[in-house]
């Protein structure tokens, strides 16, 4: 395993990090379990989860999961431990966004569904544009003061967001964001824009997810329970059946797949920390460690980007002169 630091900080994380949404919905506990006992002893220290992960079943479950695992035996400490705040967890109009009210109350309920006194990193699963900055770094400070937060990351934020989140951390003394969690893959590269132009000026971890769009560029489309299997992703794959079909081209004269290509293709970015995978099963999840023995050159990065293009590099020079 290859370890990296999360972002300015001094801890670190694989290069890989393994991603829970799937545990209690599409991947049952004791399966759930296995999965995180390899992925230990891989060694990958890298765990992302949000609070409401599980829906659709129960929101909050996939920590219970995690909480059940930690508490088998002494594993608390040998993972950099990640999850999220900001989705409708109950009823009532408070129990969402990112006031103060909310944050305090999220924290204090992940806390216990994932049986321990700490969240190594806290993210923010989306901008809070009703909530001023001072009030979300208030509540933020006070959870790190308390010991139950290391590290304050961000999720689904604009270069916008991020730059004010950190002038305010700035001002307030504070470390502010080390990381963001953003959609990024061969597929969505909008971000090339503006959001790691930002999270390289502020020496922020940036940590993708669905690095496969849900599992479309790992190649061939096939019936199954798993998200590959959704109608919406077989139709992703009949609308963009020609870049799949270059691509797989492109990967069986590399002899590679085209799931370790594309995670290979992310893990080549300098400023990508980490791409989480989200293994429905142990073969997805031993089949990722291939994506870090694999060099692109120059001459494939360019194949790529003629299959897939970004957006034309960062702003304003992508779309002005």
């Not at 870090?292 to 299959?307: F, H, P």
């Amino acid at each position: 395993m290859e370890y990296t630091s999360l972002g300015r900080t001094g801890v670190k994380v694989s290069r890989l990090c393994l991603g829970t949404m799937n545990f209690g919905t599409q991947t049952e506990e004791k399966q759930s379990f296995e999965i995180m006992d390899k992925a230990l002893e891989l060694g990958i220290n890298f765990f992302d989860s949000a609070d409401v992960y599980g829906w659709g079943v129960k929101k909050g479950l996939t920590e219970e999961i995690i909480g059940r695992w930690l508490a088998q035996g002494n594993r608390r400490d040998q993972i950099v431990l990640a999850t999220k705040v900001h989705g409708q967890m109950k009823d009532g109009i408070n129990d969402r966004g990112l006031s103060a009210y909310h944050i305090k109350r999220a924290c204090e309920d992940s806390l216990k569904r994932l049986k321990t006194d700490h969240i190594d990193l806290y993210q923010m699963h989306h901008v809070e544009r009703t909530t001023p900055w001072e009030e979300i770094w208030q509540a933020m400070e006070q959870l790190v003061q308390e010991g139950k937060v290391t590290y304050i990351g961000s999720s689904n934020f604009a270069a916008l967001h991020i730059a004010q989140a950190q002038c305010e951390a700035k001002n307030r003394h504070f470390l502010g964001l080390t990381s963001e969690q953003s959609l990024y893959n061969l597929f969505n590269r909008m971000i090339e824009l503006e959001v790691i132009p930002a999270c390289r000026e502020y020496n922020m971890a940036l940590i993708p997810w669905s690095p496969l769009s849900s599992g479309v560029l790992a190649g061939k489309a096939e019936k199954n329970t798993g998200r590959r299997g959704q109608d919406q992703n077989q139709e992703a794959f009949k609308s963009k059946s020609r870049q799949l079909e270059d691509f797989t081209i492109l990967c069986d004269d590399l002899k590679e797949s085209p799931a370790d290509v594309a995670l290979a293709w992310l893990l080549h970015n300098p400023v990508v920390t980490a791409p989480i995978i989200g293994p429905r099963t142990m073969e997805q999840l031993t089949g990722s460690l291939r994506a870090l023995e694999i060099q692109l050159d120059d001459e494939t990065l360019k194949k790529i980007d003629a299959i897939f293009p970004g957006p034309g590099g960062e702003a304003p020079e992508a779309y002005a002169w």
